[in-house]
DNA sequence: GGTACTATCACATAATGATGTTAGAACTTC
DNA sequence: GAAGTTCTAACATCATTATGTGATAGTACC
């Protein structure tokens, strides 16, 4: 059972928003909200929301403070943030704060109560255009230091190091011998300039590779 | 109009999907190879497909490795990795190797269909379990401390290996002799159910701790 | 006062890792 | 066809790490 708050500074939109839920089975909206302060305020003496939606843009407090604020007083409760902003920096923002899902404000009722559905079952909703930006970001940051040029081979190696192969394991891996491996080993250490297994896979996991 | 590739080792379903995705109005799928080497085979005559659905675990070179290549040549090309893997690591490997979209394999033909509308229009299709991936994942890189069993100081030890650093140098740094920095090793091995630096040190930073 | 957990130090041995040197076969490049 | 790169392999040597066993001492909890 879902019961949802709603922080939500326009008083139409939060006063259908909350209508709307409360008719849904399986699915109820004891409160709504203007702003972070009320909420919290309402929190402190009926706990029983375990599911938010908020805006970002909020009078008083912002939607991404008031996130952390309730995320640290509250761990069980899951927030989506319901916002205009495309703006990555926000969406990172809200995202490292402690989001759990991140929807555009033009969602539909609809699909708002499918967002809650789904956050229920243990998945993270979010726009798709959201999504895009967020996978972008993770192409950025891997493409970003991606210099060194490890052959095939090197690489086959460095996986076996980051598994927590020792040389031998490796070397039965790959089906070469241990000297094999050794020889990989300290070209990689060229390559990478370093000079131990140890370095290799923290760079490897960092994606500096 | 999405011309869409498949490179998908099971034969059956490689036919069911392209048969299906070819019935599909403006959409049409004019490959399916069961490895990467054949699609980049095709690909070297035919570059037409502008969207791929690829799996992992493939014949051959893997579906990470191949992206890269086919990223590197095709680079207008969107590609859906489409696997059974759960596991945080390979998802993030796809998605900074260039995977624009990223859909646990359970799901079903009329959804893949959805996802290719999807990112023709911009968007990212992800399946909700690995949006929570990737949400937690930004979760961690905010929040700096972990619920991890280990004890302050043996994280500090665990700092000092992942820094790359002999035992020598870790007792150095925290004023302790090496004997009790072994001693601390034998700890964290326990609790972490490994034996060896290796994996100490992936575990970390993995943020497995 | 006992039990549990943590932190510290010591000695010993076997396994693994780091580094140097050398070198053949396969392949690419100029 | 010479030059360079990659992958392969061996031998040697020293350093580091993994693992076992044993011990002392403080803190915390009940």
């Known amino acids: 059972m879902a019961q949802v708050g709603i922080i939500e500074d326009n008083k139409k939109i939060r ?5 709307y839920l409360n008719m849904q089975k399986d ?4 409160v709504a909200t203007e702003c972070v302060e009320d909420m919290l305020d309402y929190l402190s003496t009926y706990p029983n929301p375990n599911v938010l939606l908020m805006d970002i ?32 920096h926000k969406i990172f923002e809200s995202l490292k704060a402690g989001a759990s899902g991140y ?5 539909s009722l609809p699909e708002i109560k499918d967002a809650i559905e789904l956050l229920m079952q243990g998945g993270a909703p979010m ?6 930006k967020v996978i972008t970001h993770f192409n950025y940051r891997g493409q970003k230091k991606q210099k060194s040029n490890l ?26 011998s ?25 760079k490897s996991l960092r994606g500096e590779l």
């Not at 726009?127 to 895009?132: E, G, K, L, M, W």
């Not at 090197?154 to 089906?175: F, M, P």
């Open 151 to 176: 052959t095939n081979r090197e690489q086959d190696i460095v996986n076996g190091l980051v598994d927590g192969l020792s040389y031998k394991l490796i070397a039965d891996r790959l089906n070469i």
């Open 27 to 30: 699915m109820s909206c004891p």
């Open 15 to 19: 006063q259908l928003m909350q209508r």
């Open 103 to 107: 929807l555009l404000k033009h969602t």
């Open 57 to 88: 843009q909020l009078p008083g407090m912002s939607g991404i403070e008031g996130m952390k604020i309730i995320q640290q007083k509250y761990p069980d409760i899951e927030i989506i943030m319901l916002t205009v902003y495309h703006d990555s």
């Open 178 to 202: 241990i000297d094999t491996v050794r020889a990989h080993i300290r070209n990689i250490y060229k390559k990478l300039h370093v000079n131990s297994k140890a370095e290799v896979i923290a």
């Open 127 to 132: 726009s798709p255009q959201i999504a895009r």
